[in-house]
């Protein structure tokens, strides 16, 4: 049967997104077959719109969800150097993935050039360590994929903002794809890529170099068909590298992803729970779990109206070479999501924006920049090598 997706009415009531009084017919049930996009629940006592019946919410899951998912996905991932996820650490899992002795320090602070090319990374790393692990067998060209951008999605709208800056800071994000190398453990766990996104926010309207993320999310990725030896995706969450267990393991992201009256009084979203319904997925065993696309339209239409203090050219941290790198990571991702949903029992939503444009302002965006902002947001890999070049320095003007 076609899946259905049921939209809720909504309308704007000041900063805050209500849904539409309720009507006195009652709402069609939610069946199996059809693909739930949000969850409803009373406003508290006291809150701002608490006049209307229902709110739209992230269901934030619990710390028990957390640890008996934790103890679950420690079976799959047989050859993992620790006996539990928890005692486990960020350099634990790179070493996993084949990539021991790149310090989760280095890997946050370093420009994405220098991650991405062996030569610069060996001279900044510049330890015996890092000699031994890689003498054999150089870092190669794609095995780590890395960006910086604006993240409009992790900044707290709950709250009004302040001279044009939210409460909590701008957000920003650097993520970095690890291919899982022919010799890791992981790669014989059959698993293929393990994402890392490193989460800031700050005041500042440019990213905030020098600053340690707050949060640290992960993805663990698959070879396909996964089942039954694994899930379709893995979610993970780390301590900050500036907190007091730097790089461990940890069982929720403190956010808002939420209207501020639905968020939950801690404050804690955890895992897998949360993360599912954000990676299309809200069953036990994670089924259709999908990494997200990077979506650089979204992120330079919020600079014009919501975020107007940062400068659509700052968007991409990097410049507009970052384009290139984007649209290489949206390529894995759609072949993810293919893959997901070629399975049984697929859901084929995520697809519908394979073949899109991204929209050029070219009153911001001009010459060779607005010429490569045009292509399709998702190109075979054996397109990339033809994009334009772009200075180091340059960015988007």
Not at 175 to 198: G, M, N, P, T
Not at 268 to 288: F, I, L, N, R
Not at 369 to 386: D, E, H, T, V
Request: hydrophobic content about 40%; charged content about 25%; proline content about 7%.
């Amino acid at each position: 049967m076609r899946p259905k997706v049921w939209l809720l009415p909504l309308l704007f009531v000041g900063p805050a997104l209500l849904v539409a009084a309720a009507r006195k017919t009652t709402a069609p049930a939610h069946q199996p077959h059809e693909l739930k996009l949000w969850n409803t629940v009373a406003p508290r006592t006291g809150a701002k719109g608490a006049a209307t019946a229902f709110r739209l919410r992230v269901e934030p899951g619990t710390k028990t969800e957390a640890d008996i998912y934790y103890a679950a996905i420690r079976k799959n991932l047989v050859s993992f150097p620790r006996q539990t996820l928890p005692e486990s650490s960020l350099d634990d899992m790179l070493a996993y993935f084949g990539f021991p002795a790149l310090p989760p320090a280095r890997l946050e602070e370093l420009n994405p050039s220098v991650i991405m090319e062996f030569a610069q990374l060996r001279k900044a790393i510049n330890t015996a360590e890092f000699e031994a692990a890689y003498r054999a067998r150089p870092l190669a060209s794609g095995e780590i994929i890395v960006a910086r951008f604006f993240a409009p999605k992790i900044i707290n709208v709950g709250d009004q903002q302040v001279n044009g800056i939210p409460k909590g800071g701008f957000g920003w994000r650097k993520v970095l794809r690890f291919h899982a190398r022919q010799d890791s453990k992981a790669r014989a766990d059959s698993l293929d890529a393990f994402y890392l996104l490193f989460n800031f926010a700050d005041d500042r309207i440019t990213f905030p170099e020098g600053k340690h993320a707050g949060q640290i999310q992960a993805l663990l990725v698959p070879t396909y068909p996964a089942k039954p030896k694994h899930r379709d995706v893995y979610f993970l969450v780390y301590e900050g590298l500036g907190k007091t267990n730097p790089g461990k393991i940890g069982f929720f992201l403190e956010a808002t992803f939420d209207l501020a009256s639905a968020v939950p009084l801690d404050g804690k979203y955890y895992v897998p729970t949360s993360c599912g319904q954000c990676h299309g997925t809200e069953v036990d065993d994670q089924s259709g779990g999908k990494v997200n696309y990077l979506d650089t339209d979204h992120w330079i239409d919020r600079t014009g109206d919501d975020f107007k203090k940062v400068a659509a050219d700052s968007v991409l941290v990097d410049g507009a070479k970052t384009y290139a790198t984007i649209r290489h990571l949206n390529v894995k991702i759609e072949e993810q999501n293919a893959k997901v949903i070629q399975q049984p029992g697929g859901e084929t939503f995520a697809l519908l924006r394979q073949n899109r444009r991204p929209r050029v302002d070219r009153r911001r965006v001009a010459g060779r920049a607005a010429a490569a902002l045009a292509q399709p947001i998702l190109l075979p890999l054996s397109q990339l090598g033809a994009l334009p070049r772009f200075p180091e320095t340059g960015r988007l003007r």
